[in-house]
């Protein structure tokens, strides 16, 4: 009897061991993309010398962290050709860096970087209703954003909570920066990816954005710290024609026109 129980012991660790095998391995979890911080605006910097709120260099880490692959990958690079001709040839650690600042334009010259600009516009085509708060439709955050894109686009927006806090309330979904940026993101992705359209586009869910409008005059103005990597080392010939295809150089001093933004025309973007 005795002699028996060490080769019951062996059998029942033998049968552990399998069933251990068994076990299907834990997938190893995912290494998170290089990031970058990007360049400040022109805004940002003079809000930084007026020891004024900026942009939080975290917002460039939102941003960067939730980029598809196809948004660096070369199928978007003629898209961005007028502010990134090398975009191509970077790294994908500075394909991520410019997308953080070209969120960052977007957002000063849709909002000022203050992450809760509420506007409500008047004009017949843009003063629509919301077809979730049921209300004249606002443009909310750092990217001007609405709660119907929610439905649009699968953003992270909750009326039901928002309704019951104050308009500018930080601790509203639609005004906190994560959820504005990253909704923001999948917003571009969509215009870029889906309907294969440039980053400058006359009919991008932003008005700054179409270059026909006097507001994109806004957001090309932020873009002039723009990483420099994206023109490094160009060859002349290449330089030129970036130059030559670049948008409309932006007037001394011009002011900002208003954003007005007919989001409501924007559902099928």
Same mark, same amino acid.
């Given at each position: 009897m005795a002699a028996r129980i060490p080769l019951c012991a062996a059998l029942v660790f033998a049968g552990c061991n399998r069933q251990v095998a068994q076990q299907p391995a834990r997938p190893a979890p995912q290494p998170r993309p290089e990031v970058k911080a990007a360049p400040p605006t022109p805004i940002a910097v003079t809000k930084q010398e007026l020891g004024e709120q900026s942009w939080d260099p975290q917002w460039d880490v939102i941003v960067e962290q939730a980029l598809s692959p196809e948004m660096l990958s070369p199928r978007v690079a003629r898209g961005v050709r007028s502010y990134c001709p090398r975009f191509a040839a970077m790294s994908n650690a500075d394909k991520r860096a410019f997308w953080a600042y070209t969120f960052q334009a977007i957002a000063a010259a849709e909002a000022g970087l203050k992450p809760t600009t509420n506007v409500r516009h008047t004009e017949p085509e843009v003063a629509v209703? !919301? =077809?979730v708060s049921k209300r004249t439709v606002r443009q909310e955050g750092l /990217?001007? /954003? =609405?709660?119907m !894109? %929610? $439905?649009?686009y699968g953003c992270d927006f909750d009326w039901e909570k928002d309704k019951k806090l104050a308009e500018k309330d930080p601790a509203k979904t639609i005004l906190t920066p994560s959820n504005? /940026?990253?909704?923001?993101? $999948?917003?571009l992705e969509n215009q870029m990816l889906t309907q294969k359209k440039p980053l400058l586009s006359a009919s991008s869910y932003w008005v700054? /954005?179409?270059?026909a409008q006097p507001s994109y005059l806004v957001f090309a103005k932020q873009m002039k710290n723009v990483p420099a990597v994206c023109r490094a080392a160009m060859p002349p010939v290449e330089e030129a024609r970036a130059r030559r295809t670049g948008p409309a150089p =932006? @007037?001394?001093?011009? %002011?900002? %026109? @208003?954003a007005t933004a007919t989001r409501a025309s924007a559902s099928s973007n």
């Open positions: 209703e !919301d =077809t /990217l001007q /954003l =609405t709660y !894109d %929610a $439905k649009r504005n /940026l990253l909704c923001g993101v $999948k917003i700054t /954005l179409r270059p =932006t @007037p001394v001093g011009a %002011a900002r %026109a @208003p």
